[in-house]
């Protein structure tokens, strides 16, 4: 572990000096996605270079921030910051993104290639625009205003920029998490990508900007399952293969989904929107204990709101065979589930056993980690980030809301109770598909737009009057 200095985080690049800072932040994130810190699942391919440079970078485009704030280098490539506040009696905030990106495996099919950064049309196109170097410099555009205006905060906080996040985030937010608990840091928040703006027609539930606010995020388990049979040849095969045992085990539990659930999380989302919705929506949405079933029918119907109210079972990867008139004598298939607040991995491989009814089908656990908790609605934090969200978003519907994927909040959750998960960024349908697809891009208004809320959410949060 480490305390940086600005020069110091400087001569952590490839050698080559930086370039002088853009004049505009969105000429700034254009060049941040240059950097190509993409996640890797084999270690061995972790690009170093890329992310040396990338925090060179930075220290050089964000003077003041690196002037003023204690940075610590944790892990490879992961950042965290510290800006103290004045009353060390107030527990501090945290502010998390990360620095890695997925892969862009067809760049020949994009608009323009996914790392060069391009400004077109109103846009800056590239891999990380969504996900999630906009929040990154988003926080570091804010806090650099804030120290250029001579903001000091009351309240101190914490920013944390893993880089393995699309990977699970081990070794980057977990040691940052693990540092900051060895500390005894409380936190009164934390905020995290996770959810965002949803304009109208993006969902069906509103007729206004929804505002969707994750305060919990699904569990993820993986499990091999492997049959075993005598093998030989395929012109004498047996009554029953190893294939064939596989195949009547995943058609068991594709037949055998897990109970849906609409309480909870879904439950508070629902009475949050239903004032807000029309007709029979808004008496149906309003009383969601009462219409449990017919909500229920309706989520289930599309697997995007599925995914919201069960535990959801996918087979990703089968492998056994070697050769077209060779009978296996073992075959694996993975099976990856999400789960639902109040599922535990225990309680899946029990119905994963009882679904496939078969003793000679072995179940292996390969990942296993359990939902997280789930935030207070009601504590005085996410009133906090619902008034800034307003205040920055007339006429929105705030609501709280679960993650179906998983962010770096499921490791931030050890030092605070509160871990919402919210980009503050207006999506219309057709941005969702592009998050980890082709032509992922974000508008410059939009990205300003997130500049202005992080600004507002420190003046607020630091216990200074709001920003203008």
């Known amino acids: 572990m480490r305390r940086l200095a600005i020069g110091l985080v400087g001569a952590l690049g490839t050698g080559l000096a930086a370039p002088a800072a853009a004049q505009t932040p969105e000429a700034r994130l254009a060049e941040a996605v240059r950097f190509e810190t993409i996640s890797h699942q084999n ?25 003023n704030l204690a940075l610590e280098r944790v892990g490879r490539a992961s950042l965290l910051y510290h800006w103290p506040g004045r009353d060390a009696s107030l527990a501090p905030f945290l502010l998390a993104s990360h620095l890695d990106v997925v892969p862009a495996p067809d760049p020949d099919s994009w608009t323009h290639p996914p790392f060069a950064g391009v400004i077109a049309d109103g846009f800056v196109w590239g891999r990380g625009t969504l996900d999630d170097k906009a929040g990154v410099m988003g926080i570091l555009e804010a806090l650099e205003r804030l120290l250029a205006s001579g903001f000091t905060p009351e309240r101190g906080l914490w920013v944390a920029f893993g880089h393995d996040e699309e990977v699970g985030g081990e070794q980057g937010a977990a040691a940052i998490a ?44 993986t499990l091999r399952l492997t049959a075993r049979g005598a093998g030989g040849h395929s012109s004498v095969p047996p009554r029953s293969t190893a294939i064939g045992r596989m195949a009547r ?17 879904v439950s508070d989302m629902l009475r949050a929107i239903g004032p807000h919705s029309s007709g029979i ?9 009462l219409f449990g079933p ?6 289930v119907s599309e697997p995007s709101t599925n995914a919201m109210v069960r535990t959801t079972t996918a087979v990703t990867m089968i492998d056994g065979g070697v050769k077209a008139n060779v009978l296996p004598r073992e075959v694996n298939a993975r099976v990856n589930f999400r789960l639902l607040p109040g599922d535990s991995s225990e309680d899946v491989i029990e119905h994963v056993r009882d679904a496939i009814d078969d003793p000679e089908i072995e179940i ?33 519907v ?16 050890r030092v605070t109770a509160s871990g919402f998960r919210f980009l503050p960024i207006r999506f219309a349908l057709e941005d969702f598909e592009r998050v980890h697809g082709r032509d992922e891009r974000l508008s410059i208004e939009n990205y300003h737009f997130a500049i202005d809320f992080y600004e507002r959410l420190v003046r607020r949060a630091a216990g200074a009057p709001p920003g203008p």
């Open 43 to 67: 270690d061995a391919d972790f690009q170093q270079g890329a992310f040396d440079a990338l925090h060179a970078w930075m220290a050089a485009t964000y003077p003041r921030v690196h002037a």
């Open 178 to 221: 693990a540092l900051l608990a060895e500390r005894g840091v409380e936190a009164w928040f934390s905020l995290d990508e996770g959810m965002a703006i949803a304009e109208p027609g993006a969902t069906s539930f509103s007729p206004k900007p929804l505002a969707l606010v994750g305060v919990a995020e699904k569990g993820f388990l």
């Open 249 to 265: 085990a995943i058609t068991r539990l594709a037949a055998r989904p897990l109970d849906a659930r609409t309480e909870g999380v």
């Open 281 to 289: 929506q808004r008496l149906v949405l309003s009383w969601p204990w």
């Open 294 to 299: 017919l909500i229920e029918a309706q989520l």
């Open 364 to 396: 292996h656990v390969e990942t296993a980690n359990e939902a997280s908790p789930v935030a207070d609605v009601h504590s005085d934090a996410f009133a906090l980030l619902s008034e800034v969200i307003e205040e920055q978003a007339p006429g929105s």
């Open 398 to 413: 705030v609501a709280p809301a679960l993650v179906v994927g998983g962010t770096d909040t499921r490791h931030y959750v």
